[in-house]
Structure formats: structure tokens, C-alpha cells
């Protein structure tokens, strides 16, 4: 289902710039941490050889400035009562997490940017798989900040299950106890992807490892940019070439490995095959002209 319906030809334009200015920024931190590598702590070779670490810090500090401006929000309606809502693709995010419950999992909360719409009773645990350690600071201020610190876990790990099992197992909940006995038991009711699966390392395994840590009857709740399609009346040629041009400039790079052009909508269909399809698979498709489109929804598991 597609929500709305293109913008002016130039605001379309104007809106393919969108990720050239994220890509600026985030190349001005790289530029600046190798930079200080070499001139400051003497590491003369540290962008060739350690190439991975000056990345990750970049991108920790790129994402840490970034999620700290203040969000666009929309001038609030006087004819209501109503504050002012976000806009753009974080507009898709509020009404779907607002509805987070359980045993909850956050697939790469960066700095908790999220956190403010987790705080419901009903969330019963929540843990952040977050690889990138630069941010567990934010992380944990955050989770304090929001008074959910007693039932917030940092995992320092990616969204694979061989770094997840083992750091869930070390926080010494016995989250996944069952699941040990009994893989079809699942881990958690809920699972959180927030522009995350763009970044995900061999993201098809990935979804289908997520798929099996749901329990029976759970949720997962994604709001991801994806390629767009242009195949289809509401995507965009010219949008879908801008995600190629942006790929081959090395957005990727810079952008903490980040992809413009995943078929993510299809590999989360496909996650559900073994057990026949998903229960219910609703997913919104938002921006399709743009260089960034989105999906959005819920995705239940079937129950045993
Ligand atoms: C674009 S940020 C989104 C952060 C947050 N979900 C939000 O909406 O503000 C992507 C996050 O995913 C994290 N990430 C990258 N690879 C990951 C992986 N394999 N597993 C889990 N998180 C990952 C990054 O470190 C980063 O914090």
C-alpha cells in the first residue's frame, strides 16, 4: 500500500539531494578522525591499515551530532490541542512502536533516538544490539534520562544470532533459557528495525535469524529505507539512478555501511517461507519517488 502522493517536480528534485547532504557530513567526520590519526597521534598508515576502527569511529560521531538536532516537526494545528508531530520518514516511526510489548529487541538503537517511545509499561525488558560502542554513552544516558534504565540492556553486538545468544546470555536475565530447550519458543514478543537492515552485514541471513528469535505470535515492527521502485507507477527511474550514483561515491563507506538499494520488503517476506508465510504482513510503502522510500509496518509471526 502506498501512503501519499508525490511532491512538485521540484521539490522531487530538491528531495534527491537529501542523501549528497548526509553524505557531506558524515565524509567531513571520516576526513577529520584520519586526520587526527596522522597529525595528531602519529598513526601515519592508520587509513590504510586500520581503516575499519577510523570508520566506525567516524560514523559514531557523525550519527551521535546527527541524532542530536532537533527534529523537523510539522507547526503544530491551532484548531487542536495537538503538539507539533514529526515529519518526513520519522513521522512512520511513533504510531508503530507505540504499540512495542513484551520481551523487547532494538536492532541497532544507535543513540536511542527511539528511546522517548519505549517507555510503555507493557515493554516488560528491552535490549539494544548495538555493535557500534561509541554510542552505548548516549545509549545509556539516554535509558536513564527515560527512567527505563532498570529494564534496558546494552548488547554490544550485531544483529547476527552468533553475537546475539551469547551477549543476550551474559546479561544474566535468562531471556533465553527457553529458547536453549526449544528454539521454536522464540526469545522475544517484539523485535524493533529502525533503519537498520539497510546496514546489517549478509542481511538476508540476518532477517531470517531475527525471524526465528520471535515468539510465536510476535511482532516485528520495521520502518526501513529500501531500493526504490521504479517499477511500479508511484517509484522513480531518476530516483533509482541517484541511489547508484550515491552507492558508487561510497555511501556506503562512510555511512557505517549503509545501503541504498535493498530489496529489504523481499527478504522479509521470504524469512517467513519456512513456516509458510507470515500471519499477517503489512507493510506501508512511503517516499516512492524519492531516493530514499520507505516501508513501514507490522509483521506478526504465526502462532504453534
Ligand atoms: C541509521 S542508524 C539507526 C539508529 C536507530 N535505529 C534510529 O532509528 O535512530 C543504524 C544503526 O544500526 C547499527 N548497526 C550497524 N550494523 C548493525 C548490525 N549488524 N546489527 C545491529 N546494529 C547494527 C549502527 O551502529 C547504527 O547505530
Redesign the pocket.
Known amino acids: 500500500m502506498s501512503s501519499e502522493a508525490p511532491p512538485p517536480f521540484t521539490e522531487r528534485m530538491l528531495g534527491m539531494l537529501e542523501p549528497a547532504k548526509l553524505m557531506t557530513w558524515a565524509m567531513s567526520h571520516y576526513f577529520r578522525i584520519c586526520a587526527e590519526s596522522v597529525f595528531k597521534n602519529g598513526q601515519i598508515l592508520a587509513p590504510i591499515t586500520q581503516t575499519r576502527r577510523l570508520r566506525d569511529e567516524a560514523?559514531?560521531n557523525f550519527?551521535v551530532e546527527f541524532?542530536s538536532q532537533p527534529q523537523r516537526l510539522m507547526s503544530p494545528d491551532p484548531t487542536t490541542n495537538q503538539p507539533p508531530q514529526p515529519v518526513g520518514s520519522s513521522a512512520l516511526?511513533p504510531p508503530l512502536l507505540k504499540t512495542a510489548s513484551g520481551t523487547v529487541l532494538?536492532?541497532?538503537?544507535?543513540?536511542g533516538?527511539?528511546m522517548p517511545l519505549l517507555t510503555s509499561p507493557s515493554i516488560t525488558s528491552l535490549y539494544g544490539?548495538?555493535?557500534?560502542t561509541g554510542?552505548h554513552a548516549e545509549l545509556r544516558t539516554r535509558a536513564i534520562a527515560e527512567g527505563i534504565s532498570e529494564k534496558y540492556y546494552i548488547l554490544p553486538?550485531?544483529?547476527?544470532a552468533a553475537e546475539l545468544i551469547p551477549a543476550l546470555k551474559a546479561t544474566g536475565t535468562g531471556v533465553v533459557d527457553k529458547y536453549e530447550d526449544d528454539a521454536s519458543a522464540g526469545v522475544f514478543d517484539t523485535i524493533?528495525c529502525?533503519?537498520?537492515l539497510?546496514?546489517?552485514?549478509q542481511m538476508e541471513r540476518?532477517i531470517g535469524e531475527l525471524y526465528g528469535l520471535l515468539k510465536p505470535g510476535g511482532r516485528l515492527l520495521v520502518?526501513e529505507h529500501v531500493v526504490n521502485p521504479w517499477w511500479r507507477a508511484k517509484g522513480s527511474f531518476v530516483a533509482r539512478i541517484a541511489q547508484g550514483v550515491y552507492q558508487f561515491f561510497g555511501w556506503s563507506w562512510f555511512?557505517?555501511?549503509?545501503c541504498l538499494t535493498r530489496d529489504i520488503e523481499g527478504a522479509l517476506s521470504r524469512a517467513a517461507e519456512v513456516d509458510g508465510g507470515w500471519e499477517s504482513f503489512e507493510l506501508e510503502r512511503s517516499f516512492e519517488w524519492s531516493a530514499m522510500p520507505y516501508i513501514s509496518g507490522t509483521l506478526v509471526k504465526k502462532g504453534l
Not at 532494538?106 to 543513540?111: A, W
Not at 553486538?157 to 547476527?160: I, L, M, P, T
Open positions: 560514523f559514531g550519527w541524532s516511526i532494538d536492532v541497532g538503537p544507535g543513540t533516538t527511539q544490539a548495538e555493535p557500534c554510542l553486538c550485531g544483529a547476527a524493533l529502525v533503519r537498520v539497510c546496514s546489517v552485514p540476518t520502518t555511512i557505517g555501511d549503509c
